[in-house]
């Protein structure tokens, strides 16, 4: 169990987080942890794409196998990022119960793979999965702040976000608990954690398509009314206005 690197890294988070309230005191403390959010998102994701694509080995093939030194501070550096956002979220109350069970699932399962030593190439691979769509939620909360969210930039972050969601989160995901389950090297405990992750992705993407309906009907409803508009104002042909039968 690497406990001095864990401990680095939740040093390093939050001091982060002190730079950022320091460099923009005007903003509240939310504007300043999701800067932090968002930063590990770029960083995690990242490294453990290097740590699966790379570096090896592949998580479909070899799930359950032994920990590599970079997996192993892949997962540190997460574990680090994960105690403080729960330490944040809980003292401000911004979350629902739904994220800080992810969150706690999440650092159940980090902090089993470094207790046990194995099973973090599975681990990086859901966190790599996990978090590729952070980087676009957090954006799409800053262009609400600063009421560029209404705009074609933010038509597209959503676009992206369920996209990227749906294939890598929910369609990856699912050969990744497969394999993950198949696998005779997995211990049990790591397999109860997949199903945990894996039941989580599934309730975070019933909300998703969720939005991502509600969204599309009032976009078209509102491109009906603009349509009518455009009719209404549109003037009749000279020929025409003055006809009489």
């Not at 369920?162 to 929910?170: H, K, M, Q, S, Y």
């Not at 009907?217 to 603009?226: D, F, I, L, P, S």
Request: aromatic fraction near 12%.
């Amino acid at each position: 169990m690497p406990v001095l690197e864990v401990i680095c890294s939740l040093i390093g988070w939050f001091s982060l987080y002190l730079l950022f309230c320091w460099t923009f005191p005007r903003r509240g403390p939310e504007w300043n942890c999701r800067l932090v959010t968002l930063s590990h998102g770029v960083l995690i994701v990242l490294l453990t794409a290097y740590v699966i694509f790379i570096d090896g080995p592949w998580p479909l093939t070899h799930a359950g196998t032994e920990n590599t030194e970079l997996q192993t501070l892949s997962l540190a550096v997460c574990l680090g990022y994960f105690l403080f956002d729960m330490g944040w979220c809980v003292c401000n109350r911004t979350e629902g119960p739904v994220m800080l069970a992810h969150h706690a699932a999440s650092m159940v399962g980090i902090l089993l793979a470094l207790l046990m030593g194995v099973s973090g190439c599975e681990t990086c691979a859901v966190i790599f999965g996990s978090e590729i769509t952070n980087p676009l939620l957090q954006t799409r909360w800053f262009l609400r702040q600063v009421g560029m969210y209404d705009s074609l930039l933010g038509d597209a972050v959503d676009l992206l976000f369920i996209f990227l969601f749906a294939t890598v989160r929910v369609g990856v995901g699912t050969a990744m608990f497969y394999c993950e389950l198949t696998s005779p090297r997995t211990s049990l405990v790591m397999k109860l954690g997949g199903v945990a992750m894996y039941g989580l992705a599934w309730v975070f993407m019933v909300d998703i398509a969720k939005f991502g309906y509600k969204k599309s009907k009032a976009k078209y409803k509102r491109w009906r009314e603009n349509q009518k508009l455009k009719e209404t104002k549109t003037p009749e042909p000279d020929g025409l206005s003055n006809k009489r039968d």
